[in-house]
């Protein structure tokens, strides 16, 4: 080949390549280059490796923000505390007197409530402590409860949520517990990795009966209830939470509305908890599939008082798990109340506040320990559940069916059990 017909190769090849270069996207010479290399082994191994060490450097990054975002929000949190100090100490406690039955020792909910929790009432005290002078209906009609749209709801705890953190005890119980005085935190394991630790996954599948909602005290009712409306009750809200967990979670629910505190057309909840449980108890008999028992309750508070939040957008009562240890500090161990499950029921109610305190962390109130039983001792993931008080709306309790309904659910699933 002469010098002129290289010359002449050379000049088509750079005509070539500028062609190319000019081409649309799709055919630019960069693209095609990469289409063609992407065909050899090689350069596709290390183009894998080098998107393989981007994540790795990512995860280690975003591991970073989270640890420095978590010390950032505890000392907020730490702030927020120290502010409010010493003036939401405790109020005092007024004790039921008398009768050897179950009901007439249980609820001593008269006690303060810790400082340290968000949007936290000064006294708590026992739905039955409430009179019907203190229920007082209105005529006012409740919207009809559609059930919500999914939402994409993300973590964003207010509390440091680290392994560290939760393993300090005095952190954990300042933060996650009230105890009543008539009880003693220590007559239990109060450990959160343990309780993190447990698996509450369902083993039996919806075609079956998985959860069972009943209500104690049965006639419990809000600030606008209309006289003598089922919907306006805590049963009301037990039909909210039942299509909640059956429509949108998949979940066979059996909803209890019997009256137990009723007896003869009049209000009395002496006995209301042996009723309960002695019934409750023959239905999970007939339905062993069951795994998940709930005691729905509204609490009862100071008049002026209001458990409120905003939760997407909704105004949403506040809600209060309650516990109970089978222990008094003036008998010790109760031995007529015995209780297998009392860890477990622990580590279920510190799963579903834990939930609460990711994604939903203004909604909670925390987990108040207390010296009785409470019919708990029923299953494992029995709970007592507080939802709202008297002087919540209906729909502002029903609209708190809604987030309870997703932190159950995420138990349920075992989903971020630990950051």
């Known amino acids: 080949m002469t010098k002129v017909q290289k010359a002449f190769c050379v000049f088509l090849c750079l005509c070539f390549f500028a062609v190319l270069a000019m081409l649309p996207e799709p055919f630019s010479l960069w ?3 990469q289409n063609v290399y992407r065909q050899f082994p090689l350069y ?11 994540l790795e450097l990512d995860g280690e990054t975003l591991a970073e923000i989270g640890k420095r975002n978590g010390e950032y929000l505890g000392e907020l949190a730490e702030a927020e505390r120290n502010l409010e100090g010493e003036n939401n100490r405790t109020e005092a406690i007024n004790e039921k007197e008398g009768g050897v039955t179950e009901e007439e020792r249980e609820k001593n909910l008269n006690s303060s409530s810790n400082d340290n929790f968000n949007n936290k009432e000064d006294k708590i005290i026992t739905s039955e402590t409430q009179s019907d002078n203190e229920e007082q209906p209105t005529s006012e009609t409740q919207p009809a409860n559609t059930l919500p749209q999914s939402t994409i709801v993300l973590p964003h705890p207010i509390l440091d949520l680290s392994r560290n953190k939760l393993s300090d005890y005095e952190y954990l119980m300042n933060n996650f517990y009230i105890v009543d005085e008539n009880t003693d935190a220590s007559a239990v394991k109060i450990n959160a990795s343990e309780f993190l630790a447990e698996d509450f ?4 599948g919806p075609l079956e009966p998985q959860i069972l909602i009943y209500h104690s005290h049965s006639q419990e009712t809000f600030s606008d209830s209309r006289e003598g409306e089922e919907e306006d009750s805590i049963v009301g809200v037990g039909n909210y939470l039942t299509s909640l967990l059956t429509e949108k979670y998949g979940y066979q629910v059996i909803h209890i509305k019997e ?9 009395d909840r002496n006995k209301a908890y042996d009723y309960a449980g002695d019934y409750v108890e023959k239905v999970l008999e007939e339905n062993p599939s069951v795994e998940v028992v709930i005691d729905l309750h509204r609490d009862g508070i100071d008049e002026d ?3 409120v939040t905003e939760i997407n957008g909704k105004e949403t009562a506040q809600i209060l798990f309650y516990n109970g240890l089978s222990y008094t500090n003036t008998q010790g161990q109760v031995s007529y109340l015995p209780n297998p499950y009392i860890q477990d029921n622990l580590a279920f109610s510190f799963q579903l506040e ?3 305190a990711l994604y939903y962390p203004t909604f909670y109130r925390g987990i108040y320990l207390a010296g009785l039983r409470y019919n708990l001792h029923l299953r494992k993931r029995a709970l007592l559940l ?14 708190a069916m809604e987030p309870f309904a997703d932190i159950l659910n995420r138990v349920l699933k075992g989903s971020d059990k630990q950051n």
């Open 201 to 204: 996954s369902l083993s039996h």
């Open 354 to 356: 834990y939930q609460a």
């Open 259 to 267: 009256a137990f505190d009723m007896m003869s057309g009049e209000l």
């Open 305 to 307: 008082r209001r458990l």
């Open 31 to 33: 693209e095609t280059l």
């Open 44 to 54: 596709y191994f290390i183009e894998e490796k080098a998107q393989e060490t981007w």
């Open 386 to 399: 507080e939802a709202g008080a008297q002087t919540n709306t209906v729909q502002e309790v029903k609209n």
